[in-house]
């Protein structure tokens, strides 16, 4: 159909409809459902014929209306409701509509997606932060797109034709316009059932993998939940209908691999819904100064490859994520901005824990002080009868949320990705911590539901689950405290507690969304003598910086306390606040951040991130989670010393009556948790290198130093006489017989099963000792010392004799073998069978390492047979010998599997 005739049916439309309406009043499409001009009569106007014969004109006949087009804007309109905004809303009854004006067409904003309801189980949880993209409508025909613009790849100049033919957009949702184009705004309207009524989140894909059952969107049973227009944002909130049709019957024999449950947290599995928030916002119209990533702090960034030339060597461009905040008075010392960072408090937070949430936030404040910003952070309680949600993207907020199967918090922004500019953020914080603080995630739901929670994902920080490990952490400070007397569970003291650890919790969310990342070096920079000094940790925290995972600091009998939780921010958060928002003159910017990020050798400033944590599993003992003080080994010594302080504790203390009878059972096994993770953290040191961040030509750089070998050879001695000893996990019979178990749950478990708990724990050291990267790197060693200074390096084959050694030390002495250590015996040949078969997926990969492994083993055999013939062992213990003798036999005998 031409333009012209296309005109000629909607001019006739309209006058049909100004004669069919003569007596009423159409909805303004301008205003907020008031009374509105006959919008078309313009159009009807110029569409009469002009001169001649009106009379003959009017019996014309007339060409068919299109039935295909759209109807005018005024019908489709009529009698609706509107709020004007960036997208104006209009609504009538069920059906709601998005105005597009036609100058917004092929212009970017961004679109976010937030998660404001949901299931409540296995990652699946209310107030959450989604994903976001620079966006833009277009129209192609009749239909208008919502398409997410590629910003992953960009180029300035003649090249930028070539990389938007060769980097495609993605096309998010699309739907025909509903009316036409008005001919005052120059706008149409798009039904927005059929943009948003859909998955377009892909959550389909999220519940197929967390349930492996085929759910799909149920459109007939989903709606437009709410919408909002602002003259910078439009929001709408969809309330999705996710369904399958049935729930497959289990098979006849169990699966290989455990399938996962259908959804439990649901009256019905087979049904659930979940409400989108989708925010359309305004961008800058003057995009905010970019700042360049310097890797010696930790912030996050917006990354791209800029393919404007072929000149330099690195194409990959990072920017600073980060708030823009400009001072009211630039020339004034200290000045406050011109726009506040202001985050609101949902009213979903409960009243008495408002106060600590937002101190959390406003302690932050103190590092903007240092650079000259005065409130650059404000707090705003969103009142208890508000109807708005604060989860659009119009509102930086904090929230509360509860699930099933929940404990963590999550601090994740949108920022603008041209700049790096953050434009929202929505903390999440779990109310794990305002349950009394009592109970482990574990006795909230059943096992089978807690066994496949997923961790959320999106972005980098996606892997911040500060209160989920924290609230292990706090449960086992708890537990000695109380076992102590020093607390109680009720008591005030215990709701103070609580309290900090939630501002504590907050400060670190916080950290998040003004750009910063974890830093997993920070806690070593307080001493241990500074830890016990509680006017020290008052003043300055227990750690050098709110963004690490810190421990509680707690002492052992007879020492002095300090702080149990991080109480202010540390230098670190100072200098990382100093260098994203410092304010200097363009010329000077350069070199003046230059001065800020060399600080990067002051012990205070050590910085590692989730990165240095992991690599390779983790080769830096100095960068971990949940650790405190200046020597991490110590630290973890200590560790032992205090659940064995418990376990002494909890087996001569006498219940009540009136206790939870899941109490005792609860503590003895909570408190293995943070012992697992101290085994994996020891085995660190061995072949572990300590990293540095530097810029490369700087005097004694070094990027990687070995571990001293007397520390290396201090973790391997800890876990062969503490972690891998029998004697470490002694209890009483008559102390295990009262551990109830939970009559009330169906799938109840059975007796407390203590040599499952200690395996866990030396399977871990296990794990890391022998896997393929630590022999690497041990076989690696003295390539990254002088020849000179090799002499006392801690070897491969050092480590694989002390091992072993430690672990068949009975075969030497002579001694029984108790039950623990026939169960550590054990899962060490698992271990060296899999390594010595399997060459290609452990240690024995290398040529050297399997030589080592083999030698080692065949050593054993012989140890074997030796206490064989010596007899005089129990019934147990001559079986057991047998067996691994025969295992380890076999084993040698076997050729290596290569795959």
Avoid at 461 to 467: D, I, K, L
Avoid at 811 to 821: F, H, P, V
Wanted: glycine share 6%; charged share 20%.
């Amino acid at each position: 159909m031409s333009n012209t005739l296309h005109l000629s049916a909607v001019a006739l439309a309209a006058a049909v409809l100004l004669s069919a309406c003569a007596s009423t009043t159409p909805p303004n499409a301008a205003g907020n459902g008031t009374a509105a001009k006959p919008a078309a009569a313009g159009a009807a106007a110029s569409a009469a014929p002009s001169g001649g014969a009106p009379a003959a004109a009017a019996t014309a006949p007339r060409p068919p209306a299109d039935p295909s087009a759209p109807k005018p804007f005024v019908e489709v309109a009529r009698d609706a409701k509107s709020q004007d905004g960036l997208f104006p809303i209009w609504r009538k009854d069920e059906k709601v509509w998005i105005e597009i004006p036609k100058s917004s067409l092929n212009k970017p904003f961004l679109f976010t997606l937030n998660t404001a309801n949901a299931v409540g189980e296995r990652g699946l949880y209310a107030s959450q932060m989604g994903t976001d993209h620079m966006a833009e409508w277009r129209r192609v025909g009749n239909q208008i797109q919502l398409v997410a613009l590629n910003t992953l790849f960009r180029a300035q100049g003649g090249n930028k034709f070539a990389v938007d033919q060769a980097f495609s957009p993605s096309l998010l949702a699309s739907a025909p316009v509903a009316s036409a184009e008005h001919p005052e705004r120059k706008s149409v309207l798009v039904d927005a059932s059929a943009l948003f009524l859909t998955d377009l989140p892909g959550l389909s894909t999220r519940l197929e993998f967390m349930y492996r059952l085929p759910f799909s969107p149920d459109r007939a049973n989903s709606f437009v939940e709410s919408a909002r227009a602002e003259a910078q944002l439009t929001t709408l909130t969809t309330r999705m209908h996710y369904a399958t049709a049935r729930i497959p019957a289990p098979p006849l024999m169990p699966a290989p691999v455990p399938m996962p449950t259908p959804p439990q947290a649901t009256p019905d599995p087979r049904s659930l819904f979940v409400s989108h928030v989708y925010s359309f916002k305004a961008l800058p119209e003057v995009p905010m100064a970019t700042r360049t990533l310097d890797p010696r702090l930790g912030h996050f960034m917006e990354s791209y490859t800029d393919m404007s030339d072929d000149s330099k060597p690195n194409a990959r461009v990072h920017l600073v994520k980060r708030w823009r905040l400009e001072k009211k008075d630039p020339n004034a010392a200290l000045s406050e901005p011109v726009q506040p960072i202001t985050f609101w408090l949902d009213k979903n937070i409960p009243p008495k824990y408002r106060k600590a949430v937002a101190e959390g936030v406003l302690e932050w404040n103190k590092a903007f002080e240092k650079i000259g910003f005065k409130n650059a952070l404000v707090v705003q309680q969103q009142p208890d009868d508000a109807n708005w949600d604060n989860m659009d993207a119009g509102h930086a907020s904090v929230r509360w949320f509860v699930g099933a199967d929940v404990g963590f918090a999550i601090g994740p922004s949108h920022a603008d990705p041209r700049t790096g500019e953050i434009m929202d953020a929505d903390i999440g914080m779990s109310d794990v911590f305002a349950r009394g603080a009592r109970r482990l995630l574990v006795d909230d739901v059943a096992p089978a539901r807690t066994a496949t929670a997923a961790a959320h994902s999106h972005d980098e920080h996606a892997h911040c689950n500060y209160a989920h490990e924290a609230a292990a952490e706090m449960d086992f400070a708890l537990d000695v405290l109380e076992a102590r007397g020093d607390i109680a569970p009720d008591s005030p003291e215990a709701e103070a507690f609580a309290n900090a650890v939630i501002r504590d919790v907050i400060m670190h969310e916080v950290g998040h969304t003004l750009g910063l990342k974890h830093n997993f070096k920070a806690s070593t920079t307080v001493t241990q003598k500074q830890l016990q000094d509680l006017a020290y940790t008052n003043a300055h925290g227990i750690s050098g910086s709110v963004m690490d995972y810190n421990a509680y600091n707690l002492p052992l009998q007879g020492e002095a306390r300090g702080a149990l939780t991080n109480t202010t921010l540390g230098a670190y958060d100072y200098w990382a606040i100093e260098y994203a928002y410092s304010q200097f003159p363009k010329e000077r910017e350069a070199a003046e951040l230059a001065k800020i990020a060399a600080r990067s050798t002051e012990p205070a400033l050590a910085y590692a991130d989730d990165a240095d944590a992991d690599a390779h599993g983790g080769i830096d003992p100095l960068a971990n989670r949940f650790d405190l003080g200046d020597d991490p080994l110590a630290y973890y010594k200590r560790r032992l010393k205090l659940s064995q302080e418990l376990w002494t504790r909890l087996q001569d203390r006498t219940p009540s009556t009136t206790d939870d009878p899941q109490r005792q059972r609860r503590v003895l096994l909570g408190s293995f948790n943070q012992l697992g993770r101290s085994a994996d953290l020891v085995g660190k040191y061995v072949g572990g290198m300590h990293l540095s961040r530097e810029n490369p030509g700087k005097p004694g750089h070094a990027a990687y130093r070995p571990v001293d070998p007397a520390k290396q050879r201090d973790a391997l001695q800890f876990l062969a006489r503490g972690l891998f000893s029998a004697d470490s996990f002694r209890f009483k019979p008559e102390f295990l017989t009262t551990l109830q178990t939970d009559y009330n749950e169906w799938g109840r478990s059975g007796p407390v099963d203590v040599p499952a708990a200690v395996a866990r724990v030396q399977n871990a050291a296990l794990d890391r000792l022998l896997n393929a990267a630590t022999a690497q790197r041990l076989m690696d060693l003295p390539s990254f010392v002088p020849a000179a200074q090799r002499k006392g390096l801690i070897s491969l084959n050092e480590v694989y004799g002390t091992l072993q050694g430690s672990i068949w030390s009975e075969l030497k002495t002579g001694a029984e073998i108790d039950r623990l250590r026939r169960n550590l015996q054990r899962e060490y040949l698992r271990r060296v069978q899999g390594n010595l078969t399997k060459g290609s997926t452990g240690p024995a990969q290398f040529a050297d390492a399997y030589a080592l492994l083999r030698l080692h083993a065949t050593q054993l055999q012989s140890d074997l047979r030796a206490a064989l013939g010596k007899g005089g062992h129990s019934v147990e213990t001559r079986a057991h010998l047998a067996e691994s003798l025969d295992l380890l036999t076999a084993m040698l005998k076997a050729n290596m599997q290569r795959s």
